[in-house]
Protein backbone atom coordinates (compact mmCIF):
# COMPACT_ATOMS: atom_id res chain seq x y z
CA UNK A 1 0.00 0.00 0.00
CA UNK A 2 2.77 2.17 0.95
CA UNK A 3 4.24 2.18 -2.53
CA UNK A 4 1.08 3.00 -4.33
CA UNK A 5 0.50 6.04 -2.58
CA UNK A 6 3.97 6.90 -3.21
CA UNK A 7 3.79 6.97 -6.82
CA UNK A 8 0.52 8.75 -6.61
CA UNK A 9 2.40 11.79 -4.99
CA UNK A 10 5.25 11.36 -7.66
CA UNK A 11 2.90 11.82 -9.95
CA UNK A 12 1.33 14.49 -8.55
CA UNK A 13 4.73 16.55 -8.33
CA UNK A 14 5.02 15.47 -12.09
CA UNK A 15 2.04 17.15 -13.04
CA UNK A 16 2.78 20.52 -10.72
CA UNK A 17 6.21 20.55 -12.20
CA UNK A 18 4.94 20.36 -15.73
CA UNK A 19 2.09 23.30 -14.95
CA UNK A 20 4.49 25.60 -13.34
CA UNK A 21 7.21 24.94 -16.27
CA UNK A 22 4.94 25.30 -18.98
CA UNK A 23 6.43 28.28 -20.77
CA UNK A 24 3.25 28.80 -22.93
CA UNK A 25 0.65 31.16 -22.22
CA UNK A 26 -2.68 29.41 -21.84
CA UNK A 27 -6.54 30.38 -22.43
CA UNK A 28 -9.40 28.45 -21.91
CA UNK A 29 -10.37 29.38 -25.69
CA UNK A 30 -10.16 27.65 -28.92
CA UNK A 31 -9.68 29.17 -31.86
CA UNK A 32 -13.14 30.03 -32.97
CA UNK A 33 -13.42 31.78 -29.51
CA UNK A 34 -10.32 34.08 -30.01
CA UNK A 35 -11.18 34.70 -33.29
CA UNK A 36 -14.11 35.62 -32.57
CA UNK A 37 -12.92 38.11 -29.42
CA UNK A 38 -10.20 40.00 -31.39
CA UNK A 39 -12.91 42.22 -32.45
CA UNK A 40 -13.70 42.71 -28.78
CA UNK A 41 -11.82 45.33 -26.92
CA UNK A 42 -12.65 45.43 -23.14
CA UNK A 43 -10.08 42.98 -21.38
CA UNK A 44 -12.67 42.55 -18.14
CA UNK A 45 -15.34 40.75 -21.31
CA UNK A 46 -12.46 38.81 -22.16
CA UNK A 47 -11.26 37.63 -18.30
CA UNK A 48 -14.83 36.73 -17.86
CA UNK A 49 -15.07 34.84 -20.80
CA UNK A 50 -12.17 33.01 -20.09
CA UNK A 51 -13.51 32.17 -16.41
CA UNK A 52 -16.85 31.21 -17.56
CA UNK A 53 -14.96 28.27 -19.95
CA UNK A 54 -13.47 27.18 -17.22
CA UNK A 55 -16.12 26.94 -14.86
CA UNK A 56 -18.61 25.02 -17.60
CA UNK A 57 -15.10 22.63 -17.82
CA UNK A 58 -15.42 21.84 -14.10
CA UNK A 59 -18.25 19.31 -14.16
CA UNK A 60 -17.38 17.06 -17.47
CA UNK A 61 -14.37 16.17 -15.28
CA UNK A 62 -15.47 15.79 -12.28
CA UNK A 63 -18.11 13.39 -13.95
CA UNK A 64 -14.99 12.00 -16.04
CA UNK A 65 -12.76 11.87 -12.43
CA UNK A 66 -15.60 10.28 -10.70
CA UNK A 67 -16.44 7.68 -13.37
CA UNK A 68 -12.42 6.39 -12.61
CA UNK A 69 -13.42 6.86 -8.98
CA UNK A 70 -15.91 4.35 -8.83
CA UNK A 71 -14.19 1.82 -11.25
CA UNK A 72 -11.29 1.71 -8.47
CA UNK A 73 -13.36 1.31 -5.74
CA UNK A 74 -14.70 -1.84 -7.53
CA UNK A 75 -12.49 -3.04 -9.14
CA UNK A 76 -12.21 -6.42 -7.35
CA UNK A 77 -15.82 -7.56 -6.43
CA UNK A 78 -16.90 -8.91 -9.88
Known amino acids: MHSSWGRVLVLIGVAVAVVLLA ?5 AQCSMC ?20 LVLLAPPVAIF ?4 IVLRKYKGHG
Open 23 to 27: NTYAD
Open 34 to 53: RAGLTSVTNARFIRNFNIGV
Open 65 to 68: CSFF
